[in-house]
Nanobody, 115 residues
């Protein structure tokens, strides 16, 4: 009954910014870690960023320095601040979290960056 609900996707011009949000419900325990994945047309799903409940972060090289992941442990919520967006960032972005070794996924939100 744990659910992850994403929001914040949309269309933005190259160089612009978007902020994605993901809210987990149905549990009083913190998902650990939480993260974001993305899948572009014709490509495999790839990890974008992860964050542990202690605040340790990890980023894909392609987004390092441009994206920032954060979380609110009390609310089981995570965010992805995306700056200096490029057309190559266009993809469906998925929220992810682990709880008791079980994977939970959001429904995905479309991010489109125009050139």
């Amino acid at each position: 009954q744990v659910q992850l609900v994403e929001s914040g996707g949309g269309l933005v011009q190259a160089g612009g910014s978007l902020r994605l949000s993901c809210v987990a419900s149905g549990t009083i325990f913190s998902l650990n870690p939480m993260g974001w994945y993305r899948q572009a047309p014709g490509k495999q799903r790839e990890l974008v960023a992860t964050i542990t409940s202690a605040g340790s972060t990890n980023y894909a090289d392609s987004v390092k320095g441009r994206f920032t992941i954060s979380r609110d442990n009390a609310k089981n919520t995570e965010f992805l601040q995306m700056n200096s967006l490029e057309p190559e960032d266009t993809a469906v972005y998925y929220c992810h979290g682990l709880l008791r070794s079980k994977n939970y996924w959001g429904q995905g939100t479309q991010v489109t960056v125009s050139s």
